[in-house]
T-cell receptor, first 114, second 111 residues
Framework: NAGVTQTPKFQVLKTGQSMTLQCAQD?????MSWYRQDPGMGLRLIHY???????DQGEVPNGYNVSRSTTEDFPLRLLSAAPSQTSVYFC?????????????FGDGTRLSIL | GQQVMQIPQYQHVQEGEDFTTYCNSS?????IQWYKQRPGGHPVFLIQ?????EVKKQKRLTFQFGEAKKNSSLHITATQTTDVGTYFC???????????FGQGTRLTINP
């Protein structure tokens, strides 16, 4: 059982480059979300989705786009990378509406912007 | 907006000592969740508390949810080196399907 799979595990970008962080889950969970983790700031919600075709903004959405064309996949796009986006990114999924259910996290993507 | 605050931010203990982390919300929570993140790892769900005044135990870990459902605590009795990591609380944001995490408490242990 793969659970939540994130790719890549590590990435280095130059300022201004764009890229997509991939997230896939095989648990048929409706709710998926993206968090970024920075030292001393815990986990901050970027975007979330309550089902295919539905997305919404979290606490820190600026500079990021998401889409949810299937139940399984929830990619996160960095439009024009900035050094402030250097962080560890976690994707999570849960059944039901999400905020009242345990979150299953992927292993994370460690992203550095030079 | 809703805030979830955790204290302390860091805690260093000798192995065998007890450890407690506290979580406080600016608003009433329908439930509170606790997660553990090992160094270099990802957060792993530990438990969910739903009822006012609820107390749940997992071996040496005791979780409490306050009577007003605005605060919670995690207490570890007789810490072991396997307890090392960062402990997060999280609660749903009122009126939205968002989970708000506290800043976490990083626990280190001297063997």
């Amino acid at each position: 059982n793969a659970g939540v799979t994130q790719t890549p595990k590590f990435q280095v970008l130059k300022t201004g480059q764009s890229m997509t962080l991939q997230c896939a889950q095989d648990m048929n969970h409706e709710y998926m979300s993206w968090y970024r983790q920075d030292p001393g700031m815990g986990l901050r919600l970027i975007h979330y989705s309550v089902g295919a075709g539905i997305t919404d903004q979290g606490e820190v959405p600026n500079g990021y786009n998401v889409s949810r064309s299937t139940t399984e996949d929830f990619p996160l796009r960095l439009l024009s990378a900035a050094p402030s986006q250097t962080s560890v990114y976690f994707c999570a999924s849960s059944p039901g509406t999400g905020s009242n259910q345990p979150q299953h996290f992927g292993d994370g993507t460690r992203l550095s912007i030079l | 907006g809703q805030q979830v605050m955790q204290i302390p931010q860091y805690q260093h203990v000798q192995e065998g000592e007890d450890f407690t982390t506290y979580c406080n919300s600016s608003t009433t929570l329908s439930n509170i969740q606790w997660y553990k993140q090992r160094p270099g790892g990802h957060p792993v769900f530990l438990i969910q508390l739903v009822k006012s005044g609820e107390v749940k135990k997992q071996k040496r870990l005791t979780f409490q949810f306050g009577e007003a459902k605005k605060n919670s605590s995690l207490h570890i009795t007789a810490t072991q080196t396997t307890d090392v990591g960062t402990y997060f609380c999280a609660g749903p944001q009122q009126g939205a399907q968002k989970l708000v995490f506290g800043q976490g408490t990083r626990l280190t242990i001297n063997p």
